[in-house]
């Protein structure tokens, strides 16, 4: 299995900033892309941005040139640097990876448990 596990998450003041990150651990084969998603109250999840392994990003409209995701593939670590933050930012935040367990060696998604931002003044 592959667990993911998020930190960073909090309360900022409007057009303040903060930095999630995410870290793969366990039974790892490969890392493909990974990505941040977010779900505010009574909205469905949505896509943030995504992160391919060679390092091709895809952002949502609503944060292009706000936010920026990387990654460190030699810490199987993936960041989301958010700034101007707004409150429509508000939500929870998961992070997702496409991964191959070396178990068994299917491919699949996996998420974290997510963690909580909170835009307001």
């Known amino acids: 299995q592959v667990q993911l596990v998020e930190s960073g998450g909090g309360l900022v003041q409007p057009g303040g900033s903060l930095r999630l990150s995410c870290a793969a651990s366990?039974?790892?084969?490969?890392?493909?892309?990974m990505g941040w998603y977010r779900q505010a109250p009574g909205k469905q999840r949505e896509l943030v941005a995504d992160?391919?392994?060679?390092?091709?990003?895809d952002y949502a409209d609503s944060v292009k040139g706000r936010f920026t995701i990387s990654r460190d593939n030699a810490k199987n670590t993936v960041y989301l640097q958010m700034n101007s933050l707004k409150p429509d930012d508000t939500a929870v935040y998961y992070c997702?990876?496409?991964?191959?367990?070396?178990?068994?060696?299917?491919?699949?998604?996996?998420w974290g448990q997510g963690t909580q931002v909170t835009v307001s003044s």
């Open positions: 997702n990876a496409d991964a191959i367990d070396s178990g068994s060696y299917r491919r699949r998604d996996y």
């Open positions: 366990g039974s790892i084969f490969r890392l493909n892309a």
């Open positions: 992160i391919s392994s060679g390092g091709t990003t």
